[in-house]
């Protein structure tokens, strides 16, 4: 009797059930958010395109503090002073490194085909869903969507060379046979070519919101710009090597004869931004040395600024400044100092009359030193940015003096000579009275304090932020500013035989950094390429320049005896030597090898393109390695 109630019941149960079946199944959730939904949301688009934008690959120390655990900003930032004109003068026992000079084969590698499916889902998506969309609106984000992949593409192709060119979704059919999914990797070309078509093809429709940290016509130019510059310089220089790299399916390498088409490209982009009136280089100080540091910090009213990364929410601040402040006015003891310019970078900047920028330290017989009367009047009339981009002896930071000094020069009467006298520790006082050696060093062994006797401006935010140790800096990383759209199109110009045209173009940019009007008048590939060194320096370029003009492997052989491979210091004392009166009191200035740089310099020609990781080759047959690994 009861398993018949029972079962009475399940029945009544279950024809209750029924009869409701189809208005409960038919309930929207409240917590998922369908495909219709999202698709049709131009807000919900706007959203993940942010995610998208803020997982572009970049090579800098501006993280977001969320994001920035210690290891891995400081890991990153190490890279950073190891492929720039610096060195590593922080901690160094994070994971036991300082400084490692040699390149591994793994250096620079990506192959972020996550963010690659992730846009060519949302491509489909809007296709497939979006209905609500105008068509205006589809067509915007779209293109967005677009520009985020040409740029990722070319993040990959100028580390990896030629990758798998997948332009939509590859879904796996449960069959047994992965064949399908498996696609091998593009010729180099290809992947420039893919860049400049997909370019092309939708820089009239991106928008336009004001916006520098979201796409235009114009941010998509300055990607064309400077891929077509890579691509040409690669024909160009690649095939000028006694052996070219190269693969005999051209996933590396790009045939000389397509060089001039190349450099065609990135001129016509870099003159279509430069004569568009939308972005002027920055000239709002009076200053040349204070309006470079600004041209790259400053956010309102800056129309040099085409695409930067930037952070705007206090939840998307970063910590550059703070471990990269100078170390005599940070703001606590637990950071500072840790990427270094090095005096290769500094010398590397001309006087203002065109001659070298070696700094003048001794005699020209070399009999003795040249003593200055202030620390900062070594660099004298020397090409302002490198005040925008170097904090060095003599100057200020943050309204605050910059205590660089690493010791005395004591005359010793019965030696008829110098004794160098240093500090075990900083801000010392000698026999005197007065200062021994720096509150802001450079030291020979302390960490995070500069070894080579100079620190970064250039990112550091000058800011009043005590309330807030420094770690939410909110100054933006650029990705594209006019003055290296000015350089690209000198540059193209100059490789096509119009030099001229070149001519206007770095000179203008030489004149913003206080030289003449027409300071060039003759020009060749070196000087161009130390402008760029100049301008560009600490912008994530020095590396990838190096690397296109097929120059890396001869500047960084692994040579003690090449200067170019060893990071050298400068460093300041001063002089003791009472009853001299013109030199008693006077700074002179040694250079040295940096004392905390380990060895030179050494890149191999296995250096050019990244390994790729054996697990992709072992999921896909197809993909061919590099050359040299």
Known sequence: MQKIAINILFAAGLLAFTACEKDWL??????????EQVWNDPKQIVALLANFYDRLPTQTGLQDIDNAGADGRIAQWRDMANFDDAMWSGQSNNDGRNNIPAYGFDSWRLWNYTLVRDINLALENIAQYGVSLSEGQK?????????????????????MGGVPLVTRQLIYDYSGDASSLQVPRAKEAEVYDFIASEVDAIRDDLGNDGSVSRANKYTALALKSRAMLYAGSIARYNNQMPAPIRTPGGEVGIPADRANEYYEKSLAASKEIINSGVYTLYRTNPDPGENF???????????????????LSPQKRHWFAYDNIVRGIREDNLGSSSITPSLNLVESYEYLDGTPGTLRTRTEDNSDFIYYDHPQDIFANKDARLYGTVIYPGTTFKGLPVGIQAGVMAWNASRNAYDVVEGSDLNTTYTDGRLLTGSSGPHRSIQEVSNTGFYLRKYIDAGARTSTRGIQSDIWWIWFRLGEVYLNAAEAAFELGQTGEALTYINAVRERAGFGPNSLSTLTIARIQNERRAELAFESHRLWDLKRWRIADKLWNGSVGNPNAMVYALYPYRVVRPGDAARDGKYVFVKMVAPRFRAPRFFQLGNYYSSIDQGVINNNPKIVKNPFH
């Open 293 to 311: 540091y600004e041209a790259i910090t400053k956010k309102s009213g800056n129309r040099e600024a085409i695409f930067v990364k930037d952070f």
């Open 139 to 159: 067509r915007q984000f779209s293109a967005e969507l677009r520009f985020l992949r040409a740029y990722n593409y070319f993040e990959l192709v100028k580390r």
């Open 26 to 35: 038919e309930r929207q959730p409240r917590t998922i958010l369908l495909e």
